[in-house]
């Protein structure tokens, strides 16, 4: 029942998202001293939800109008990386390092909107 309600859902995509950025940049760390490795990352958790056409209106199911196959995140290698070892890896564990903060930070806050949420139930159900 608790499943289905919207903000749950958020909360659960956003852990899912933040377990996805965590594994790519755990990848990068393990291969920073591998020949010709390209760092990789995963689009915003925003980016991740928006439409391509911007418009306000999100379509969740197939019966929706507008809607698109899925929103999923991926792992893409990263573009704008400005350094490259001479043996063509991308990996700065400097920016890796920042990446696992905010990774935390965002794990952090699905929880808390997760916990928050069981907490405004369990008070409007009169337990506590």
Request: charged share 25%.
């Amino acid at each position: 029942m608790f499943e289905k309600l919207e903000i749950m859902q958020i909360a659960q995509a956003m852990a899912s998202h933040a377990a996805l950025r965590q594994s790519a940049v755990t990848q990068n760390i393990a291969n920073a001293d591998t020949p010709g490795y390209k760092a990789k990352d995963v689009s915003s958790f925003a980016e991740t939800y928006e439409t391509e056409d911007r418009s306000p209106l999100r379509a969740t199911r197939a019966g929706h109008i507008g809607a698109r196959d899925s929103f999923a995140a991926r792992v893409t290698e990263q573009t704008d990386t400005a350094a490259t070892s001479p043996n063509g890896n991308s990996v700065s564990l400097e920016d890796e390092m920042v990446k696992g903060a905010d990774i935390k930070r965002q794990h952090d806050l699905a929880l808390t909107i997760y916990k928050t949420s069981l907490g405004i139930l369990r008070t409007s159900l009169g337990r506590s």
